[in-house]
């Protein structure tokens, strides 16, 4: 799809800090295309990234465009500063646009999602899936009442996968969302209420998971939950055997490991999911390798291939 066909009035968008993620950017990108959406990726981008001339050139040889943004940090606490990717904040800045929606750039599309750009968000709102709060994995550093019974997911309908409503008797946890996926309308207003919570809030320092955790916060009781299959986390397919439906997933969102650091995977219910990355990654690879232009095939050596898993 050429950019004069895409309704240029709402935008996908993901967040690059370094050259790392860039083989999950493009998967990301090519899999928007390959389910013929109407919107386009724009690629944030660190004044830091924006330096690196040659990894900027591969976002133009794969005709992604890029918007660079501004360091975003909080206030230093007792002259300590709570580093995290708080640069995702950026698109409720962006009021050029009428919507965007932010992605994480480990995440592979499979159905066409452009009803996330016309679904109703009431003003002042954003959308998003429950956090999955079970730690399976049993992380001794996640928070203790992390356990199955408190899950949004585990109080969603396993018929239709529809989360449950969120009121304020919900368990705390039903009230955390994961900002892999998240539909906003851009306003300053919000905006600056955000940046005003990541630097004056008390939890800042200690939390988790950043922007994530600062969102969970300042949209509490006004957030629309969205259903798994917007944002399927991978570990879900196990702890959430009872919600999860393959057919359904559209977005599938590669938490913890990532596929492109092995092509070996293991067959279990987890990992056997990454297959679904690496068969788009084979697309992207041979559209690159195979080019006819001499430069995109130094760059897919050059920016690629050292942040992509070979054997």
């Known amino acids: 799809m050429s950019t004069t066909e895409y309704d240029t009035s709402k935008i996908w968008t993901t967040l690059l800090t370094n ?20 919107y386009q990726l724009k690629i944030m981008v660190t004044r830091e990234v924006e330096e690196d001339k040659e990894f900027m050139d591969a976002f133009a040889a794969a005709g992604i465009p890029t918007i660079v943004v501004d360091k975003i940090e909080p206030a230093p606490r007792d002259g300590k500063i709570a580093k995290g990717t708080w640069e995702k904040l950026a698109p409720w800045g962006m009021t050029e646009y009428e919507r965007v929606v932010l992605l994480d750039s480990d995440q592979v599309i499979l159905q066409n999602i452009d009803d996330m750009m016309t679904m109703d968000l009431p003003e002042g709102f954003v959308a998003s899936s429950h ?29 239709t996968g529809q989360p449950k409503p969120i009121t304020e ?29 990541m630097n004056t809030h008390p939890d800042v320092p200690k939390m988790l998971f950043f922007d994530q955790d600062l969102l969970a916060i300042v949209y509490r009781g006004k957030w629309k939950p969205l259903p798994y299959y917007y944002n399927a986390l991978k570990p879900m397919r196990s702890c959430h055997a009872d919600l999860w439906k393959d057919e359904d997933v559209r977005i599938l969102h590669y938490i913890l490991n990532k596929p492109w650091k092995s092509r070996a995977y293991g067959d279990d219910v987890i990992e056997s999911t990454h297959k679904l990355w690496w ?32 054997e």
Request: charge should be neutral; aromatic fraction near 8%; hydrophobic fraction near 30%.
């Open 169 to 197: 008797g919900s368990p705390g946890n039903h009230h955390l969302l994961n900002s892999g996926t998240v539909i906003l309308r851009p306003s300053k207003k919000e905006y600056d209420e955000l940046i005003h919570a």
């Open 279 to 310: 068969d788009a990654y084979a697309e992207v690879e041979r559209e690159w390798t195979e080019s006819d232009d001499e430069n995109k095939r130094r760059l897919w050596q050059n920016v690629v291939v050292p942040v992509v898993a070979q």
């Open 131 to 159: 956090a999955c709060t079970c730690n399976p994995r049993k992380l001794a550093h996640y928070p203790k009442d992390w356990v199955p019974e408190n899950c949004g997911f585990t109080a969603a309908d396993k018929a």
């Open 19 to 38: 050259r790392g993620y860039f083989g999950g950017a493009l998967v990301l990108d090519h899999t928007l295309r390959k389910t013929k959406s109407k």
